[in-house]
């Protein structure tokens, strides 16, 4: 079951950011330089982290932001990663749900996220989830992000 992270899980957050970058080959700090970056934003409320797994192996990483035309927040899912060994076992869809249970409870009425055309995997769990990437209407352009009401 997928839970919220502390301040203590910064580590575990580190190790999944960095190996989440390094597989992907983008730019990764270490993990231990990440560390103390997220051990601050935890603490200060800056991120809102989801971690399924012990130890863990997935994570759904938020933030939030008030929203300009209504007094809720909106939530940012910024990163959803699953180690490579676990994924396809619903470990995804179980962060994603937690991570839309936590916005609801933190006050945000909307969600979005950003994920790239090639991964295809990652649009079709968001699309089962409800999230749309058509602008306006079903027959709309598409968006190259992903949204919905929470």
């Not at 203590?8 to 970056?37: I, M, Q, W």
């Amino acid at each position: 079951m997928p839970r919220r992270a502390q301040t203590s899980d910064a580590a575990a957050v580190a190790r999944l950011l960095h190996d989440f970058n390094a597989e992907y080959g983008d730019f990764t700090p270490s993990a231990e330089e990440l560390e103390k970056r997220i051990r601050i934003l935890l603490a200060r409320g800056d991120i809102t982290v989801v971690l399924a797994g012990d130890p863990p192996e997935g994570i759904a990483l938020m933030r939030f932001r008030p929203a300009l035309r209504t007094e809720t927040l909106d939530c940012y899912l910024e990163e959803l990663y699953v180690v490579p060994d676990r994924r396809g076992q619903g470990i995804g869809r179980a962060l994603m749900e937690k991570a839309m249970e936590v916005a609801r409870a933190e006050g945000a009425a909307y969600m979005d996220l950003g994920t790239a055309e090639t991964d295809v995997a990652a649009r079709a769990l968001y699309e089962k989830l409800g999230f749309d990437n058509r602008e306006g209407k079903p027959e709309g352009p598409v968006n190259y992000f992903y949204e919905r009401e929470l």
